[in-house]
């Protein structure tokens, strides 16, 4: 089953203008879809209203979850499995399991970040994205607008407020969503 969903696509020649155009727009109770820019703009985040991201404490998790799968691995191995007498250490060595347990560390929370990231962002095999102006990764700033979210305004006055607020132009974009 498809529906067609209609969104108004402001476009910004400039980073500076984009970030006062947020603002401006969402003080008068315009609610935006989501921004592209060409490079990151610093302060866009905050002013579009977006949370912190909560990554860091998954990274944290796969991480801890690393050193615990690597010290398990070597103390169940080298201290009960399969003990070694090297050198007269004791079977339980810890400062020889560093390497090891830093590795996988690094291992575990790096692949978990990447996966999580695709999985949060919708991002795996097959997936298709939407593409609202492909001038966004060149030079262009994209600011997009559902229409049904801003069903408070009429399709005019949204456009006339985009245009105060600095767009050099506002398209309407009808996109095919499959459910």
């Excluded at 001038?135 to 006339?160: A, G, P, Y």
Aim: hydrophobic letters at 45%.
């Amino acid at each position: 089953m498809s529906e067609v969903k209609s969104y108004l696509v402001g476009v910004f020649d400039d980073d500076d203008v984009l970030l006062g155009a947020i603002k401006t727009l969402r003080e008068k109770g315009a609610k935006i879809v989501e921004a592209f820019t060409p490079f990151p703009v610093h302060g866009i985040d905050p002013a579009l209203g977006i949370k912190r991201s909560r990554l860091p404490q998954a990274a944290f998790i796969f991480g801890a979850t690393g050193t615990t799968c690597a010290l398990t691995l070597q103390i169940a191995t080298l201290g009960f499995d399969w003990p070694m007498n090297i050198g007269g250490k004791p079977n339980l060595a810890f400062p020889a399991f560093i390497p090891v347990s830093f590795e996988l560390t690094v291992l575990f929370a790096a692949l978990g970040m990447v996966g999580t990231f695709l999985l949060a962002s919708g991002l795996g095999p097959g997936s298709q994205k939407t593409v609202f102006d492909p001038r966004s990764s060149d030079d262009k700033f994209i600011l997009v607008f559902d229409l049904e979210k801003n069903s408070q305004f009429s399709t005019e006055e949204l456009t006339k407020m985009i245009k105060d607020s600095g767009a050099s132009e506002v398209n309407i974009k009808d996109i095919v969503e499959k459910h």
